[in-house]
């Protein structure tokens, strides 16, 4: 049998070994793809002589004819092509052509499987000169090729980005835009892809490339295209201290969501049909801490973003469970101003919450507050469907379970109440940590209640080796298997310390065997002391500590002094870091992980974290220091 890599630069083999070399002369390698890609098989001979032996003598271009389908039976088998006075049909299989077989992966939606096949254009660098009708055909195939490999490239791209996996489709979307510099779609899933993984400066230099490329032909780039790259330009700029000098897979961006495609893909699903058909949908999320639910979370907040959604986040401390109304004013506060259509709420509704909020006062001085327009729920369901009513809104709930009851049933109200608005809301919540108003939500879920639950469980082992891979791409294979062995049980197999842990071997850590296994039997990170923690898993928190700035240091002892949500004048008087230098420290805690934001301040992603760094980060004249600082400021 033949088989053919035509889609780049040819490469051919006869029963997997090197090809003959007459096999290799060019019309008998153009006629060998040419019936391959024939349907059925089959030609005239006449037509056959005219594609690739036009300018012969007819004796000579049948003589030509017959030596090259001696050539193919030779190599694909005697059986291979079947001939009489008039026509030529290769037998199905007997050529195998990469061609076919993307085409085939295509009709399957194997976007990610039918890129292995991509290398360049069809038949890179081939070319029969004295064959013009040959060329002609060639040609036209070589622009459907490239259409169908940049489309594929661009599916694979965007599956990968619904499924977390950045840096596959950061992969995909460039070897897309290297096939055709002049597609909006490639530059679109390329820019979203750098978007999300934090680079918005190489997005927006994708965007530039694309105008700058079809402006040469007097066009310019889809309205699509232009509303995508105003909203990168408007996104978030991460503001980071230096780079270290190392420049690991690890100094240079976030780890992927390994493990956690199934649930992206689920909830990705469950916001495309929310803004699509739009409805009102909901997002519940369960898992033990560290399992990665608000980084998940994150991951689809982004993502809104750059599909022009208004993006609402409310982090709940346990203090917050005594305070009525605080969950809703969080949300009222937490992005809804930044909404278009928020003008158009119900005057009644501004008056509650500027009776409460000092922004929606700022943001409405000719209304005045009223305690008495109307119950915040019922004010805070007006302001969503004003917002609502002109984008779709994505509101993000963590720790659920601590927000307060008032605001639990207000959010389920709003969801009954504005069904047939693009309105996700996103709810986080402990495993073990019972909230009755949290598990009525979740019964509802696909019983008059569209959305999803999912629930998160902690790493096995394919996927701590694949985030060992990940960090050591270059590393043998039984480095990554042992490595992965003992990642997997100083970890627990939760992505938080999995993830500290591959950045402390980077800096030099050395991993030893553990004493005992990890976590406890019942217990989960939310439940562990420092003390319960393998030794590992202690020093890479030390390790991910020390690698901060120093600024960075200083801000995260005092949150770790302060507990609970910590805001940004708390954390500049207690450390003495202010100005840009706090918003750069402030950035790189949270790009990094240690520290979850809302408009309200800063709290820890991981209790456990917070109290190892209070352990061992922060000495007693220290923490007495700054706990006096905090309560006379």
């Not at 008998?28 to 890609?37: H, I, Q, S």
């Not at 956690?260 to 033990?288: K, T």
């Not at 928020?342 to 929606?360: G, H, I, M, N, Y």
């Not at 002391?529 to 960075?552: C, E, M, N, W």
Request: hydrophobic fraction near 45%; glycine fraction near 8%.
């Amino acid at each position: 049998m033949i088989e053919c890599s035509a889609i780049g630069p040819l490469e051919m083999t006869v029963d997997g070994e090197e090809p003959p070399a007459d096999l290799m002369w060019r019309k008998n390698t153009a006629l060998a793809v040419y019936l391959a890609r024939t349907p059925g098989g089959k030609r005239t001979r006449d037509h056959l002589i005219g594609l690739l032996w036009a300018d012969s003598p007819d004796e000579k271009a049948r003589h030509s004819l017959r030596e090259s389908l001696r050539v193919i039976r030779r190599c694909a088998g005697k059986d291979a092509v079947v001939t009489d006075s008039n026509s030529v049909q290769l037998l199905p299989g007997a050529i195998a052509l990469d061609l076919n077989q993307l085409e085939d992966l295509e009709l399957r939606g194997a976007w990610r499987e039918a890129t292995d096949l991509i290398r360049g254009e069809l038949l890179e660098g081939f070319a029969v000169p004295d064959a013009s009708n040959f060329e002609n055909w060639l040609t036209a195939e070589r622009l459907a090729c490239r259409n169908r490999s940049v489309s594929i490239l661009v599916r694979a791209a965007e599956e990968a980005i619904a499924a977390g996996d950045l840096y596959d489709a950061n992969g995909w979307s460039a070897r897309a835009l290297t096939l055709d510099a002049g597609s909006d779609a490639a530059a679109q899933a390329g820019m979203k892809g750098l978007a999300l993984n934090g680079n918005r400066a190489a997005a927006m230099q994708v965007f530039e490339g694309l105008a700058s490329h079809l402006e040469e032909f007097g066009t310019a780039p889809q309205q699509d295209t232009l509303d995508l790259a105003e909203r990168v330009r408007q996104g978030r700029q991460w503001r980071r201290a230096a780079p270290a000098a190392t420049k690991s897979l690890l100094e240079t961006r976030r780890a992927p969501l390994i493990g956690r495609d199934r649930e992206m893909r689920l909830v990705a699903e469950c916001w495309n049909a929310c803004r699509s058909e739009p409805r009102a949908s909901a997002v519940l999320v369960e898992g033990d801490p560290g399992t990665g639910k608000t980084r998940l979370a994150e991951e689809l907040l982004e993502r809104a973003k750059l599909d022009g959604a208004v993006t609402v986040a409310v982090r709940a401390v346990a203090a917050d469970a005594g305070e009525p109304w605080s969950g809703a004013v969080g949300i009222a506060e937490g992005g809804l101003l930044d909404g278009s259509g928020v003008s158009a709420t119900d005057p009644r509704a501004v008056a509650a919450l500027a009776a409460v909020s000092e922004r929606w006062a700022d943001r409405f001085p000719s209304v005045k507050p009223s305690a008495g327009a109307g119950t915040l729920g019922q004010a805070m369901r007006d302001a969503l469907r004003a917002v609502a009513g002109e984008q779709p809104v994505v509101v993000f709930i963590d720790d659920a379970h601590l927000v307060d009851a008032d605001s639990l049933l207000a959010v389920q109200s709003a969801l009954e109440k504005l069904s047939d608005l693009p309105i996700l809301v996103w709810l986080n919540t402990v495993t073990g940590r019972p909230c009755v108003l949290v598990d009525e939500l979740r019964s509802r879920i696909g019983r008059g209640l569209a959305g999803v639950s999912v629930k998160l469980s902690a790493l096995g082992y394919d996927e701590v080796r694949a985030l060992c891979k990940w960090a050591n791409p270059d590393a043998r294979d039984e480095h990554v298997d042992r490595l992965a062995r003992r990642i997997e049980v100083d970890s627990g197999g939760l992505p938080l310390l999995a993830v500290e842990l591959l950045h402390a071997v980077a800096a030099g850590l050395e991993l030893r065997e553990s004493q005992a296994s990890w976590p406890q039997p019942l217990r989960t990170l939310d439940h562990t002391l420092p003390a319960d923690l393998p030794d590992a898993a202690v020093g890479a928190i030390r390790v991910g500590f020390r690698k901060l700035s120093a600024d960075a240091q200083k801000v995260l002892q005092v949150a770790a002094i302060a507990g609970g949500r910590v805001d940004a004048d708390r954390l500049a008087r207690g450390s003495g870091v202010s100005g840009d230098a706090l918003l750069v420290a402030l950035d790189e805690l949270e790009w990094d992980r240690w520290l979850a934001a809302d408009h309200r301040g800063y709290s820890f992603v991981a209790r456990i974290v917070r109290d190892v760094v209070l352990r061992d980060m922060v000495t007693a004249g220290q923490r007495e220091r700054v706990s006096r600082v905090l309560r006379l400021g």
